[in-house]
């Protein structure tokens, strides 16, 4: 399937690692079309090539599809083949997803990245330290790699890194496949994958102005067990900024092996995940994985500031990659929160929770234990323990970026943001805790779950209400954000309730009945069931770039099906 034209987003991206004023004049937005890719290697020269059609025998291929004009949502599928070894499939899955969604990537990377840390960036020394840092850390994560190539935690983070390049290469279309050890532009795609991370680490690294202002809610999470455990689902809002909104659901069907040493596969070879331009992991997070697991995470921070110190460069892994390498070696859900917690950078600091299908059956009400784990992690800290008899007597979970764990609420400060702020803080007091205990019986099927994990009604709810803003009603306190509502002249006692481009950007749901084929309900754009729809261009931020946005975001929700 050949375009026919020059692809000028990917060329001007590839001028000084995407800063040139230039190109953000002239490059393209036209929209992406249903594409076929794939990587194939010439059986005599060895030579690596991207075609954009499907050829028989690739190594790896994928297929793109843009629908976000209708649905709000663009799907991709990768897929690798066995026959080559694990190296080769990791490189040309990224490396042919590069390819296939770089229109988006570029535009993604406009409307997010686009001068963090580049040339015109205002913390010069920050970035600085920043580079620095990551520099270290990938460092000593190559030489762990290179000192335990047997090691199947070392093998699955040297993959995901092979992953990463050949989505950059891909890109780029200069293919170069490594054949020792390699490097990564630290500023470069490495800025997607580290976007939670990111958070935390301006913070360690005192960065003046940081990313997240206090109190800012990172996702709504809602486990719900139906009456009579005949049901089990399991949902998760995204709450970012609405720059973040072009988005990508995925499924990868990777054929990796656990180690060099083993013939069998990963057990979380396939995985589908909402996810973002550019990631090759999900960052929202919520996966579906052929493990029988669902993983999913609200971020809880860290507001202790003597807890940094435990953020450095040597000894940690990344909290995107541990996430990668848990999803894909994991059998059981402890198995998950084993993997997970080691080499603990204490950066995305999030409540994980870690759903095991293989232990639930519908009606089934003789459950011990297994079916679901719970884990926090701030820096020098990871606690977490089975939740499943807690899951049994309440009915439901539900997870909105407060600590559970009384040694991690503590540890973090949260009992201090308690006493200064008052119970908003607090585990029980939260308004997103008090409308989940209200309204979570009310969930009997699907329909009523998507309406309670898209609900905000904040200004007729009580429970919305912030006695000490003017005015009181807050958009901000319900299961789905909608901050942009808030008056801009307002008062606010702290910055998560201001007025800001910020809210519940989505909406997935699984259950026993879908995980099985990897599908989900989903939605994307800020909830308007209740409220006015967000519209780019009657909003106070319509001067923010939001290259491959639709205007109005009404969409409603669709039900994600993959090819057989």
């Avoid at 699984?510 to 084929?517: A, E, I, L, P």
Wanted: with cysteine; net charge negative.
């Amino acid at each position: 399937m050949a375009h026919g034209h020059v692809n000028m987003e990917r060329l001007c991206a590839t001028v000084t690692v995407f800063w040139t004023v230039l190109c953000v004049l002239v490059a393209k937005t036209e929209p992406v079309r249903a594409d076929l890719w794939s990587a194939v290697i010439d059986a005599k020269s060895g030579q690596i090539s991207l075609l954009d059609e499907y050829r028989e025998g690739s190594v790896a291929w994928a297929n793109f599809t843009d629908d976000i004009q209708n649905s709000g949502w663009t799907f991709l599928e990768v897929t690798t083949n066995s026959q080559y070894n694990d190296s080769l499939q990791a490189y040309l899955a990224g490396a042919v997803e590069g390819a296939a969604t770089s229109q988006l990537i570029y535009k993604h990377w406009m409307n997010t990245l686009m001068n963090y840390c580049g040339p015109y960036a205002s913390e010069a020394t920050y970035c600085e330290r920043l580079k620095a840092f990551i520099t270290a850390n990938l460092q000593w994560v190559q030489e762990q790699i290179q000192s335990q190539p047997n090691s199947p935690y070392w093998y699955q983070v040297r993959l995901a890194l092979l992953q990463l390049k050949g989505l950059e290469d891909g890109y780029n279309s200069q293919l170069s496949f490594p054949l020792g050890s390699f490097s990564l532009n630290p500023f470069g795609f490495l800025l997607f994958q580290l976007g939670g991370d990111l958070e935390d680490l301006e913070s360690a690294l005192n960065k003046s102005s940081q990313t997240r202002p206090l109190g800012s809610g990172s996702c709504s999470a809602l486990i719900k067990l139906l009456p009579n455990n005949k049901e089990l689902l399991v949902a998760h809002d995204t709450w970012n900024n609405y720059q973040s909104m072009l988005r990508i659901m995925k499924k990868y069907m990777f054929a990796f092996s656990a180690s060099p040493l083993d013939n069998f596969s990963i057990p979380g070879k396939t995985q589908a995940f909402s996810s973002y331009p550019g990631s090759i992991f999900s960052g929202d997070d919520f996966y579906i994985l052929s493990s029988g697991l669902v993983t999913l995470e609200t971020t809880i921070g860290n507001s202790n500031p003597d807890l940094w110190k435990f953020v450095q460069p040597t000894g940690s892994v990344m909290e995107w990659l541990r996430n990668i390498v848990a999803n894909r070696l994991s059998v059981t859900a402890k198995d998950w929160a084993e993997i997970f917690s080691k080499y603990n950078s204490g950066t995305y600091n999030n409540q994980w929770m870690i759903v095991d299908y293989n232990h639930f059956s519908p009606g089934k009400t003789d459950i011990k234990e297994e079916l679901f784990v719970v884990l926090e992690q701030i820096p020098g800290k990871v606690v977490y323990a089975d939740k499943t008899q807690e899951l049994l007597k309440t009915g439901y979970w539900a997870s909105f970026n407060i600590p559970y764990y009384v040694e991690i609420f503590n540890t973090s400060g949260c009992n201090e943001l308690v006493e200064k702020y008052g119970p908003w803080f607090s585990l029980d007091q939260n308004p997103r805790a008090q409308i989940f205990r209200r309204n979570q019986s009310d969930v009997t099927d699907v329909d009523s779950m998507v309406r309670l994990m898209r609900y905000n009604n904040f200004k007729q709810d009580p429970l919305s209400l912030c006695e000490t803003c003017d005015p009181q009603p807050n958009g901000e306190n319900s299961i789905s954000a909608r901050s942009d509502l808030n008056p801009a002249n307002g008062t606010y006692p702290f910055g998560a309730l201001h007025q800001r481009s910020h809210g519940g950007t989505d909406m997935k749901l699984t259950s026993y009945g879908m995980f099985r084929q990897y599908e989900m309900l989903a939605v994307n754009g800020p909830t308007w069931d209740q409220l006015p729809p967000f519209q780019w261009s009657t909003s106070p931020y319509k001067d923010l770039l939001h290259m491959g946005h639709p205007d109005r975001w009404v969409f409603k929700p669709i039900r994600v099906t993959w090819a057989p």
